[in-house]
C-alpha cells in the first residue's frame, strides 16, 4: 500500500497490522481536553510555580505572564493544528518534523520528545511520593516513605494505562473537573468579594508595565519562565489523533480549548489570589504566607490555601490539599499515556526495537506503557539507593529539563510546519502555515533563552556563591550539562534516524504518514 504523501509502504498481514495499530474511536475532543489539562495540573502550578513567581518575579504582575505565554502558545497552536490537517500519527511533534525537515530531524525530535515526556514522569514521581508522604502522615497518621508512596502509584498507573485509554480518561476527566472547580470557586469568591485591600485591579496584573516590570534579564523574566514551565502536556492533543473520532477536527479543537483553558485558568485565579492579597502588597503578603521558620516560600502551597480560607473557607482549604494529590495523580497518568504513545511509534518507525510498536487486546500501547514504567522504576529506586531528595532534586531537575526539552521541539515544529506548506503548497492560509509558526518561533525562542537563563532557578542547580534570583547564567556543572542535554539527545537522534534510514526505509515511512 501506498501513504498520501506517495510513499512506499510494504503490505502487512492483516492480524499484524492489528497488533500494532492503536485502537480507533476511543476518544472525543473532551478526552483529549481531559488528558491535556491534566497533565498541566493547574492545581500543582498554582500550590507552587505561582507563588514563587510572585516573590522571585514580578508581583502582581505574574496573571499577566502566564497569559502572554498562553497567547504565544496558542499561535504556536495554529500551525501546529494546520499540520494535524495532513498528518494524524500518535507521534504528533516528531511524524510533524519528520513531514516537513525530513527522516532525520524527525528522529532526532522523536528523541528529545521521549526524554522529556519521561523526565516530567518522573518529577512528578518525586513530587507525589514527598506531598503524599507528608498528608498521609500529617492527616492521617500513616508514617510511610516517599517512595513507597510512589510505588503505589506506579502500579496504579501501569494498570489503568494498560487497560485502555478511554479507562484513563474518564478517570483524568473527574479529578480533572474536581480540581479546576476548586479553584474556580477561589477565583468567583475573590471576585464576588470586589478582591481584598486594592479592589480588582486589572492594570496592575495585566498592564504591559505590569507584566514587563523588571524586563526579561530580571523579575518579568523570571515569571515568564515559570509560566512556560506551568504549560508543559498541552502539545499532546495530537498524540491522541489516531485514538479519536475524527482527528482532523477533533486535534484542532481540542488544542485551542485546552491551551485557552488552561491560559484563562491559570491568569483569572492567579489574578484572584493577586487581588485577594492586595496586589500593592502581594510580593511580602506571599512570603508571610508561605514562610516556614521564617524561610519564605518553604510551603507555597499555603498561598493558595490560606486565600481559599479566608474567602471561601477552610473545608476548601482542605479539599484542595487533597486535590493537589490527585491532580498529581493525574499528571502521572496524562504523562504515562504520552510517553507510552511516544515508545509505540518510534517502535513502528522502526528507530526503537519492534516489540514496543505491539498493543493489546483493547488497542492499547502495552509494552509500550511497560517500558515507561520500567524506566521509570528503575530511576526511582537509584534515587531511592542514593538518598536524593524526592523535591530539591528529583522534582527540579526533571521538571526543568523537561521543559527546557518541550520548548525545543516545539521551535523544530514551527519550522517544520513552516517548510512542509512552502514545499508542498495547498489551500491553507497564510496566517496559519507561515506567519503565525514564524512568530511562534520568535516567542518560544525567547522562552528557550529565558528557560537556559534561569536554569539554576529553576533546577535548582546555580553554582556555589551564586544567588540564582539575583543572577542568571550562574550554573554548576550538572546544571550545563541538563541544559546540553536536549541538544545531545537530538543529535544522537540524528545519528539513529541516518544509520537506520537505510535499513528500515518502509517501516520509518510510517513516520511521515
Do not use: C
Not at 170 to 192: D, N, P, R, T, W
Not at 303 to 310: D, L
Not at 443 to 454: I, K, N, P, Q, T
Amino acid at each position: 500500500m501506498t501513504d498520501q504523501s506517495g510513499t512506499g509502504l510494504r503490505d502487512a498481514d492483516p492480524a499484524d497490522a492489528s497488533a500494532s495499530r492503536l485502537a480507533k474511536n476511543k476518544l472525543g475532543i473532551a478526552g483529549i481536553v481531559f488528558f491535556v489539562v491534566a497533565a498541566a495540573a493547574p492545581l500543582v502550578g498554582m500550590t507552587g510555580a505561582v507563588p514563587i513567581a510572585i516573590v522571585l518575579g514580578n508581583g502582581a504582575g505574574v496573571p499577566g505572564a502566564y497569559l502572554v505565554v498562553g497567547i504565544i502558545l496558542l499561535v504556536f497552536s495554529v500551525g501546529y493544528s494546520a499540520m494535524s490537517h495532513r498528518v494524524t500519527n500518535t507521534g504528533a511533534f516528531f511524524a510533524y518534523v519528520g513531514r516537513g525537515l525530513g527522516v532525520v530531524p524527525g528522529v532526532g525530535s522523536a528523541f528529545v520528545s521521549l526524554l522529556a515526556y519521561l523526565a516530567i514522569q518522573l518529577a512528578i514521581y518525586g513530587f507525589f511520593g514527598a506531598v503524599m508522604a507528608g498528608q498521609m502522615n500529617a492527616e492521617l497518621g500513616i508514617d510511610l516513605a516517599w517512595w513507597i508512596w510512589v510505588l503505589i502509584a506506579w502500579a496504579l498507573v501501569l494498570g489503568l494505562s494498560a487497560l485502555s485509554v478511554d479507562v484513563g480518561a474518564k478517570v483524568l476527566g473527574l479529578l480533572m473537573l474536581l480540581e479546576v472547580l476548586s479553584l474556580a470557586i477561589v477565583a468567583v469568591a475573590v471576585l464576588f468579594h470586589g478582591g481584598g485591600p486594592d479592589g480588582m485591579s486589572l492594570g496592575s496584573s495585566f498592564s504591559p508595565g505590569s507584566v514587563f516590570a523588571g524586563g526579561f534579564a530580571g523579575s518579568a523574566g523570571i515569571a515568564l519562565t515559570f509560566a512556560f514551565a506551568s504549560y508543559i502536556g498541552f502539545e499532546a492533543t495530537a498524540i491522541y489523533g489516531e485514538e479519536t473520532r475524527d482527528p482532523k477536527r477533533s486535534v484542532p479543537i481540542a488544542t485551542y480549548i485546552a491551551v485557552s483553558l488552561i491560559a484563562v485558568l491559570f491568569a483569572f485565579t492567579s489574578w484572584a489570589v493577586v487581588s485577594g492579597l492586595g496586589s500593592e502588597t502581594v510580593r511580602d503578603r506571599v512570603a508571610e504566607i508561605s514562610s516556614v521558620e521564617g524561610t519564605p516560600l518553604a510551603d507555597p502551597a499555603a498561598v493558595i490555601f490560606g486565600v481559599a480560607t479566608e474567602y471561601v473557607g477552610g473545608w476548601l482549604a482542605t479539599v484542595m490539599s487533597w486535590l493537589v494529590l490527585s491532580s498529581l495523580f493525574a499528571g502521572l497518568l496524562a504523562f504515562q499515556n504520552s510517553a507510552a504513545r511516544y515508545f509505540f511509534s518510534m517502535a513502528r518507525a522502526g528507530v526503537l526495537p519492534a516489540a514496543l510498536g505491539r498493543v493489546n487486546g483493547r488497542g492499547a500501547p502495552v509494552l509500550g506503557t511497560a517500558a515507561v514504567a520500567a524506566t521509570t522504576l528503575i530511576v526511582v529506586l537509584l534515587f531511592r539507593v542514593t538518598d536524593r531528595d524526592p523535591v530539591l532534586h528529583m522534582f527540579s531537575w526533571f521538571s526543568a529539563l523537561a521543559v527546557l526539552a518541550i520548548v525545543l521541539v516545539e521551535i523544530l515544529v514551527s519550522i517544520a510546519v513552516i517548510a512542509y506548506f512552502r514545499r508542498e503548497g495547498g489551500a491553507a492560509r497564510v496566517w496559519g502555515t507561515l506567519v503565525a509558526p514564524a512568530v511562534a518561533i520568535v516567542g518560544l525562542a525567547l522562552g528557550m533563552y529565558l528557560l537556559v537563563s534561569r536554569f539554576g532557578l529553576l533546577a535548582g542547580t546555580a553554582a556555589e556563591g551564586v544567588d540564582p534570583a539575583a543572577q542568571s547564567w550562574g550554573l554548576s556543572a550538572l546544571g550545563w550539562f541538563l541544559v546540553a542535554l536536549p541538544f545531545l539527545v537530538l543529535a544522537a537522534g540524528m545519528a539513529v534516524g541516518t544509520l537506520r534510514r537505510g535499513k528500515n526505509t518502509e517501516a520509518m515511512a510510517d513516520l511521515v504518514t
